[in-house]
């Protein structure tokens, strides 16, 4: 029984990925006015809502970070940098895909260091270079699952300004 116990505790453990999240956010704070603080860091769904799967976070006083966590498959995810700012609040989001093995993740660049991220990134990259809104919608339809997922916000927004388009070019002719 205790060995029948074993395998499925490591059969169950094996299901799911592990991976780390390390960078520098220190870059995070020259977009605010001088005085500001990270007050906080924490993994969001890309939808905004609670990243729930166990994991476990660190912040150094110097923005240095790391995550440690386990997802069942590849997931697009969400670092939410909570910043205090002389008078009020901030937040910067930093979107990546949590997949098995150590991604670096700095603000004001792309994560690196697993191949779906380079992949994803380099596809989002290439879409965004266009200038054009309907070929970026296009590009988006025939990208991946996770490309989709993490352009979700820049889709509904490019839609949102064709719709706008086409109405101001219907009432005006």
């Known amino acids: ?25 220190a870059g995070c704070l020259s977009s605010y006015q001088e005085g500001s603080v ?34 069942p498959e590849p997931v697009a995810l969400i670092l939410e940098v909570g910043v205090t700012v002389p008078g009020g609040n901030g937040t910067t989001r930093l979107r990546f895909i949590a997949e098995s093995g150590t991604i670096s993740l700095d603000f004001g660049s792309n994560p690196y260091g697993t191949s779906l991220n380079e992949i994803v ?4 990259d290439n879409i965004k270079s266009h200038n054009d809104s309907e070929t970026i919608l296009r590009l988006i339809e025939e990208s991946s699952s996770l490309t989709k997922s993490i352009l979700q916000d820049t889709e509904k927004g490019l839609r949102s300004r064709l719709a706008l388009e086409q109405n101001v070019e219907k009432t005006f002719p």
């Open 121 to 124: 990134f380099k596809e989002i």
């Open 1 to 25: 029984i205790l060995l029948i116990l074993l395998v499925a505790y490591i059969t169950s453990c094996n299901t799911k990925e592990t991976f780390v999240v390390k960078g520098d956010l």
């Open 38 to 71: 990270i007050s906080d860091i924490s993994l969001k769904n890309i939808d905004g809502s609670d990243f729930t799967e166990k994991h476990r976070l660190s912040l150094e006083p110097d923005g240095k970070y790391m995550i440690k966590g386990r997802v």
